[in-house]
Structure formats: C-alpha cells, structure tokens
C-alpha cells in the first residue's frame, strides 16, 4: 500500500504559467482533500471532494479549481500562478466521518511562483 | 466563527522533562477533535481521534485527554525522537472537513 501519494514533490513557477498537482490514493477512500500549509498560518482547506465526480469550496479556493474524475484521483489546478501561491501543498484522503474519519495526508509539494 | 488555538507555539524540554501541550476550541457540532504529528518536510501523521469530554487515549508515550473546550497531549519522559510540530484539528458535519491549529513545535534535547 502506497497510501497517499502527491506529484510532482517540488515545482517552480513563474507569475502567470498554470499547472497541475495530482494526488492518488489506493486505500478506496471516498473522501479527499486539498491543503496549503504556509508558515504561521497552518493548514488551510482548498477543496474537497465526497465522492467521485463531486468537488466543493473549502476555506481558500480562490485561484484553484479541483476536479475528481476517478475515485482514487483528486486534481489541484492553478489557472495563472501568483506569488502569493507559494506554499506546501498537502493531499489527504478519509473514510466518510461516520467510519473513523481519519484523515492520512501525502508528502506534499513544494510549490514556489516567482 | 469556528477556532483553533494551540499552545504554547514552541516547547524545548530535556529529555525525560514531561510536560503537556494544548488545544482550546470554539466549534459548534464537534464531531471529533484530531492530533498529529508532523516531522519537517513531512505531511501529518495520524496520532490520536477524541469525540467526547472525558474520553482519553494513550499511545507509547503520549497521552490525549478532552474536555468540552480543550484538549491536552501529555508527553511523558519525552525522548529526542519525539521532536516534530504537534498539530490539532476539529472536525464538525457530516463532509470530514478540519479546521486545524496552527501547531506546537516540540524539541527534545538529550
């Protein structure tokens, strides 16, 4: 079992160019999630996902859009990078809250704008 | 509006020197209230779940404990290994979201 697994782990970026963070989890979770961690601030939610082909807003989704095509994928996209998008991005994946809820989190990308 | 606050930000002991951190919340409809463990340059790991005052877990050595405001980790005779920031989350509804704290970094000094 690989768990939660991110790609890519590090990734540069100008101002204006788009890109894509995927996540992949193999423990049939129906639950998943997208996360900033930045100094001070903690975790902050993005987007989430119930269920394949279901996404919706967390605490700060402006400037990314999600998609959740297949149970065991969740997609982050940036559309045009900013500066202020540089962060630790983290991917995490759980049963439905009533089955334990845990949340298992992945590596992380390391994401810089310039 | 919903809140986590952990305290203290960061805590140095000597190995041996036992001692708690904490995690006051303001949350309507907690479902549960999670700890992790993060090591640098690492995502979170999964310690313990809580999801009623009174309840407690243990896990080597450490030690979590609820009340209807706040949670404790005990850390008891603490080694080097067990430095890493020590984050905490509540859950509320029914999606699995976490509202998390923003962390207290443990270094345990032999």
């Known amino acids: 079992n690989a768990g939660v697994t991110q790609t890519p782990k590090f990734r540069v970026l100008k101002t204006g160019q788009s890109m894509t963070l995927l996540c992949a989890q193999d423990?049939?979770?129906?639950?998943m999630y997208w996360y900033r961690q930045d100094p001070g601030m903690g975790l902050r939610l993005i987007h989430y996902s119930v269920g394949e082909g279901t996404t919706a807003k967390g605490e700060v989704p402006d400037g990314y859009n999600v998609s959740r095509l297949k149970k065991q994928n969740f997609l982050l996209g940036l559309e045009s990078a900013a500066p202020s998008q540089t962060s630790v991005y983290f991917c995490?994946?759980?049963?439905?809250?009533?089955?334990?809820?845990?949340?298992?989190f992945g590596p992380g990308t390391r994401l810089t704008v310039l | 509006e919903d809140q986590v606050t952990q305290s203290p930000e960061a805590l140095r002991l000597q190995e041996g020197e036992s001692s708690s951190l904490n995690c006051s919340y303001t949350?309507?409809?907690?479902?549960?209230l999670f700890w992790y463990r993060q090591d640098p340059g690492k995502g979170p790991e999964f310690l313990f779940t809580?999801?009623?005052a009174g309840e407690e877990k243990e896990k080597e050595r450490l030690k979590a404990t609820l009340t209807k405001k706040e949670s404790f980790l005990h850390i008891t005779a603490p080694k080097p290994e067990d430095s890493a920031t020590y984050l905490c989350a509540v859950q509320k509804g029914n999606t699995g979201k976490l509202i998390f704290g923003q962390g207290t970094t443990l270094q345990v000094k032999p």
């Open positions: 423990m049939n979770h129906e639950y």
């Open positions: 949350v309507s409809g907690l479902r549960g």
């Open positions: 809580l999801y009623s």
């Open positions: 995490a994946s759980s049963l439905p809250s009533g089955r334990g809820g845990e949340q298992f």
